[in-house]
């Protein structure tokens, strides 16, 4: 209490009367890529908002619900900086990225309740506890054309100079400029050039080095680089700034480029914005074409997946006990996407989540950028789960699924002899398909599409490694889904995707200024 009056003192030596209101009263805090996940502490929230209570003030939470910055939505900080927001908007929030309510909530709502305030209707409240995930399996992705020689950009637009992305009338997405070099180059020659946010130097389409904005503007270009090859700069749009004006804020190439201190003239432009129907182009490519075997980064990939009938999920979905720190075992089980619908190949899957998951080896990854850090070198700073394939699985038992257990659930002991909690609940049909998670380990940049919706970016350098999939967003069984990734730089050997049942937030890479030195 005498913490929250100091806090509030220089209002009251102006305002002496009046009603206390704390507006932004902060649960968590956003995450950017290239640091690690941003937490509040829980004792700190309920003994500072004890103290509000006592002092008679009002507040708002920012955030009680945590969400997810679909599409280009993601914002930056201020403009002389490289501060990029994740993907999700979790915000370490009482109630999380998918809607779960977490200890933070029900600690929140337990210090209401101790000064007489009723928080939500107990039904309510128990539907809303963590509801089960839908781990969907793997997913082999096919590449379907490079995205520089697709057909999806704007007619290319020539200029004696470089021009913003917002003087071609585009917000968000990617533009490429191209200058076709006339004068034999030095060796070395430097190409020297500002640009917002990020973009691929190739050469003759082929990368060769990556700038950023505020951390680096130069780069030197290979002495096999000749007169008539064509130089592209691949600008990409990493977000709009989350406050103060925007006005002032333009992105793709900002200044004249330069060659060996030459300024550059003669530019082609072409826009690549990714609206849904660019999307479905290159899809529709994808069912009229042959797929590609050899291609050329930043490149499209596609593939189509079906999710398991409901009355199959009730068998085989099971809810792991993510509460409390001791060992805890329980099984899920994924769908093997390469069996066709009908003759799915189960597997059981085991989850330990009283060690790390570790990121897959990226084994064989191909032409990975100057700022790609290997994915086996970069540790968790967290318990996330532990998946090891076990024994093949055809059929289940019961039609109930594992959750989050609550005060008052009878104690369970597994064949392992751990103590469980469990709160056993039948899926309903209307609950499909479930809310997932699409793990990106093992791919290095880029966005992901589903069913023509944008999940957001990902990128290696995380801490956030897993994208939110929202069922409302899958097609049930039996009808096809589709996933479509542009990847900048390089993918896994084997090019698959995982959907998975927790989030990864805690995979720590590199900073976004590391990466460039």
């Known amino acids: 209490r005498e913490e929250v009056q100091k806090l509030f003192a220089p209002l009251r030596k102006i305002q002496p009367k009046g009603p206390l209101v704390n507006s932004e009263f902060y649960t968590g805090w956003l995450s950017y890529w290239g640091e690690p996940f941003a937490t509040v502490d829980t004792a700190n929230i309920i003994r500072t908002m004890r103290g509000l209570i006592q002092t008679n003030v009002s507040f708002n939470c920012y955030m009680i619900q945590g969400g997810t910055n679909f599409g280009y939505s993601s914002g930056s900080g201020s403009s002389d900086t490289l501060k990029l927001s994740l993907t999700s908007y979790d915000y370490d929030a009482p109630i999380n990225e998918a809607g779960d ?18 928080v939500g209707d107990e039904k309510e409240i128990e539907a809303l506890k963590t509801k089960p995930k839908g781990d969907y399996g793997i997913v082999e992705m096919e590449p379907v054309v490079s995205l520089l020689q697709s057909s999806i950009g704007s007619e290319p637009v020539e200029t004696v100079y470089p021009l913003t992305m917002e003087s071609f009338n585009q917000s968000y997405g990617f533009i490429a400029y191209t200058h076709t070099v006339t004068d034999p180059p030095k060796d070395p020659s430097v190409l020297q050039v500002n640009i917002r946010d990020r973009a691929l130097v190739l050469l003759d389409n082929v990368e060769i080095s990556v700038l950023a904005y505020t951390v680096i503007n130069e780069t030197p270009l290979p002495p096999t680089m000749k007169s008539g090859m064509n130089l592209t700069l691949l600008v990409e749009n990493q977000g709009r700034r989350n406050f103060q004006l925007l006005s002032d804020v333009t992105k793709g190439i900002i200044s004249n480029a330069t060659l060996d201190g030459k300024i550059l003239e003669n530019w082609s432009t072409v826009s690549y914005p990714l609206t849904p129907e660019d999307i479905k182009k290159i899809e529709e490519m994808a069912t009229i074409d042959s797929l590609i075997d050899t291609y050329e980064f930043p490149v499209f990939l596609t593939a189509s997946f079906t999710l398991p009938p409901p009355a199959q999920m009730n068998n085989e979905v099971r809810k792991e006990d993510m509460r409390g720190s001791e060992t805890k075992m329980s099984e899920v089980v994924t769908e093997t996407n390469a069996i066709p619908a009908g003759e799915q190949k189960l597997e059981q899957t085991v989850v330990e989540t009283s060690k790390s998951r570790m990121p897959e080896e990226v084994k064989d990854s191909e032409n990975k950028p100057q700022d790609a850090i290997q994915v086996e070198n970069q540790t968790p700073a967290g318990p996330v789960n532990s998946v090891q394939m076990q024994e093949e699985v055809t059929e289940a038992a019961d039609l109930t699924t594992t959750v989050a257990p609550t005060a008052g659930n009878d104690a369970e002991t597994t064949s392992m002899g751990v103590s469980q909690a469990r709160r056993k ?18 791919w290095g940049k880029g966005l992901v599409f589903i069913n023509g919706h944008n999940l957001g970016r990902y990128w290696h350098i995380g801490p956030q490694m897993t994208l939110f999939v929202p069922g409302v967003w899958l097609l049930p069984y039996p009808q096809k889904n589709r996933i479509t990734i542009l990847e900048l730089h390089y993918a896994p050997h084997d090019k698959t995707v995982r959907f998975s049942t927790q989030p990864i937030f805690n995979i720590t890479g590199p900073t976004v200024r590391q990466i460039y030195k």
């Open 101 to 118: 309510l977490t200890e933070k909530y029900f600690a929140i709502r337990e210090l209401l309740e101790e000064y007489g305030m009723r």
């Open 425 to 442: 609940r039948e899926i309903k049909s209307d609950d499909f398909p479930l809310d997932s998670y699409l793990d990106m380990t093992g």
